[in-house]
Nanobody, 115 residues
């Protein structure tokens, strides 16, 4: 129904920046909510940032002021701009979409932040 493909992960030093991209197979106007989650080894998957069709955003306390979620509607793409990265940001980052009451997940992209 909805396919999500993430990209942009990699290795970066503490204090650096990365921009993650999530391309959806349908218009993001057809999706109620798009969000970024992350999961470190042995830990639960937690929400990092989310954005609604109307443009309302929310962030986990741990990333407020450092991460920004935004979209390009024409490209059906949602981005996560990550600045001032910390080693504790290291995780696999997943794109998530809620559409018609159904959840969809991307395959994830690895972000590693070295001290």
């Amino acid at each position: 129904q909805v396919q999500l493909v993430e990209s942009g992960g990699g290795l970066v030093q503490a204090g650096g920046s990365l921009r993650l991209s999530c391309i959806a197979s349908v218009s993001i106007f057809s999706i109620n909510t798009v969000a970024w989650y992350r999961q470190a080894p042995g830990k639960q998957r937690d929400m990092v940032a989310g954005i609604t069709t109307g443009g309302s955003t929310n962030y986990a306390d741990s990333v407020k002021g450092r991460f920004t979620i935004f979209r390009n509607n024409a490209k059906s793409t949602v981005y996560l701009q990550m600045n001032s990265l910390k080693p504790e940001d290291t995780a696999v980052y997943y794109c998530y979409a809620l559409s018609r009451g159904t959840s969809y997940w991307g395959q994830g992209t690895q972000v590693t932040v070295s001290a």
